[in-house]
């Protein structure tokens, strides 16, 4: 949702930096994944900290597009290898916020965190099995920069329950959303 509202809105402010930027954008990917996977080793016990590093990851992973479309670097296989690295990131932090949840005895906690892991890997395969049938899915409540910043707002704020609520119910909203939005939109179309 902001990602399709705001688009690349910051790539204007950060062409400058992005200009000065000579390394490849797949680095920049890489270094927010490893970034990212600081965030959920150190999550599960200062929650704040995680929530600093999964910022600074994010800010990474953000980064990496705005030197691709600047400086001329994009590829199909930058964008598979980001979207992969993606994934993996997510992953690793619902299992981090799980594994706080645990640590805590609070199986609700846990069991909200998978559902919410669940609901956050399907909404891209959604997204990505329509576009292999060429439909553009860029709908519904809960896309990744949303999941991020409610990630680190919930660990920053010690809020990690309301949040682990929010992320179970929005991303199978999210997840019904784009399977209306598809059903809605493929009528008649063969597969």
Known sequence: MLGAKLGHFLDKPLE?????????????SILGFLITVAAAGVLPFHPRSG???ILLGGFFDMLDGIVA?????????GAFFDSTLDRYSDSLLFLAVA??????????????????????????????????????????????PERIVLLAA???AGWLFPVAVA???LSHITVVQRIL???KRSRGMQA
């Open 16 to 28: 400058p930096l992005a200009r000065r930027i000579s390394v490849s954008p797949n680095i920049l």
């Open 51 to 53: 929530g600093l590093l």
């Open 69 to 77: 479309r600047t400086n001329g670097k994009r590829t199909t296989f």
């Open 99 to 144: 594994w706080y949840f645990f640590n805590a005895s609070n199986l609700a906690g846990v069991l909200l965190t998978i559902g919410g892991l669940v609901g956050s890997l399907l909404i891209s395969y959604v997204r990505a099995r329509a576009e292999g049938l060429g439909l553009d899915c860029h709908v519904g409540l809960l896309e990744r």
């Open 154 to 156: 919930g660990c920053m």
């Open 167 to 169: 992320l179970f119910l």
């Open 181 to 183: 939005y598809v059903r």
